[in-house]
C-alpha cells in the first residue's frame, strides 16, 4: 500500500522515464510538473528499474471471523455502499491490536535446540537405556537423568482459581483470545469431534464478541452526537438551534436580527464619540415624544412650503 492517497505508478514512471532521458536531470522540477513525489522519484532513478511486480502477501490475511465480522459491518452501511478513496487508510487506522494485520515477528530458534527436542526418544528413555546397558557399562549417574531431563507433567488442579474462565469471563477479544490460547493447548488429548466442536465454538465466541464490540462503537457514536441536544445552555452561552439539531429559517432570521441590533448600536457609540470630540459633551438622549413632534412639524413646514421650522 502506498503511503499517499494521491499516488499515481503511470505519472510516476512517466517521470522516471522523463529523468531517465536527461544527462542531468533536475529531480525537483520533474516531481513537481508530473505530480510525484520527489524522493519516490530519485530512488526510482537511482535504482533505474522498474517497481516489482505486486503479488498478493497473506501475512496481513484476515481470519474467517474477522471476514465475517467485516462483512457484517460492511452490511449495516448505507444502501449505496460507498467509500471514499482515503475508507482503507481510515480502516486500517482503526484496526484494533488483537487482530495482529501487523507483520509477524519470529524469534529464531538454535538448530541444536531444535534437534534436542525430540518427545519420541524421551518417551522411551527407559528401553533406550535399557538396551545400552546390555552392550557398554554406564555409570548410574549419567545414567538416571530423569530428574536433570525428562519429567512427566503432573495433571492440572481440578480446583477453579480466581483467574478461571468460569468465574471471570472475557469482556475483550484479547482475553477470550489468551483464555482460547490456553484451552487450545490440551485440544490434542480430545476426539477429532470434539476438537471440530471447540473449533466452531471459539470462532462463534470470536465473532460474536466482534460485533459486540462494533454494536458499542455505534452506540457511543450515536451517544456522541445526541451530545449537544442534551445540553443545558445558561444565558451567557449562545442561544441553540431548533431542537431537531437542523438549522431553519427562524434560526437564520434571528442570528440576522442579532447581528444588524450589535452593528447600530456599534454605530451610535461611534458617532457619540464623534459628536463629543467636536462640541465637548455628550449628546444627551432625546424622548420619544419629542422626535415625533419634529417629525410632525417638519411635515407641516414642507407641506406650507417653508424653508425653516422649529425643532423643539
Not at 499515481?8 to 529531480?27: F, G, M, V, W, Y
Not at 465480522?69 to 482515503?86: P, Y
Not at 439539531?245 to 457609540?269: F, P, Y
Request: with cysteine; hydrophobic share 35%.
Amino acid at each position: 500500500m502506498p503511503k499517499h492517497a494521491n499516488f499515481d505508478e503511470s505519472r510516476l514512471a512517466e517521470a522516471c522515464t522523463t529523468a531517465l532521458a536527461q544527462k542531468r536531470p533536475n529531480i525537483a522540477n520533474i516531481a513537481r510538473e508530473f505530480d510525484v513525489s520527489r524522493t519516490t522519484l530519485s530512488d526510482r532513478v537511482k535504482k533505474a528499474k522498474a517497481p516489482t511486480t505486486p503479488t498478493e502477501s497473506m501475512k496481513n490475511a484476515l481470519t474467517s471471523y474477522q471476514e465475517r465480522a467485516l462483512v457484517a459491518w460492511i452490511q449495516q452501511m448505507c444502501k449505496d455502499r460507498q467509500v471514499g478513496k482515503m475508507w482503507a487508510y481510515r480502516f486500517m487506522a482503526r484496526i484494533p491490536a488483537h487482530l495482529n494485520l501487523a507483520p509477524v515477528k519470529q524469534k529464531t530458534k538454535e538448530l541444536r535446540r531444535i534437534q534436542a527436542e525430540d518427545a519420541g526418544l524421551l518417551q522411551h528413555y527407559d528401553q533406550i537405556v535399557a538396551n545400552l546397558s546390555n552392550q557398554i557399562e554406564i555409570p548410574e549417574l549419567q545414567s538416571d537423568l530423569r530428574p536433570y531431563s525428562f519429567q512427566t507433567l503432573s495433571p492440572p488442579p481440578t480446583a477453579l482459581s480466581s483467574s478461571s474462565v468460569e468465574i471471570t469471563p472475557p469482556k475483550s477479544i484479547e482475553a477470550l483470545l489468551k483464555n482460547q490460547t490456553k484451552i487450545t493447548k490440551y485440544l490434542d488429548t480430545f476426539l477429532p469431534k470434539m476438537q471440530r466442536d471447540i473449533t466452531k465454538i471459539f470462532d462463534h465466541q470470536r465473532e460474536k464478541l466482534e460485533e459486540l464490540h462494533m454494536t458499542q462503537d455505534t452506540i457511543q457514536r450515536i451517544r456522541a452526537a445526541q451530545e449537544p441536544l442534551r445540553r443545558q445552555y445558561t444565558k451567557r452561552q449562545v442561544k441553540p438551534l431548533s431542537q431537531s439539531g437542523v438549522l431553519k429559517a427562524s434560526d437564520a432570521n434571528r442570528s440576522i436580527r442579532a447581528r444588524k441590533a450589535k452593528d447600530m448600536a456599534a454605530e451610535e457609540r461611534k458617532l457619540a464619540k464623534q459628536f463629543e470630540k467636536i462640541y465637548g459633551y455628550k449628546p444627551t438622549q432625546r424622548p420619544e415624544e419629542a422626535i415625533r413632534k419634529a417629525a410632525e412639524a417638519k411635515e407641516a413646514a414642507t407641506r406650507q412650503g417653508e424653508l425653516f421650522f422649529y425643532d423643539n
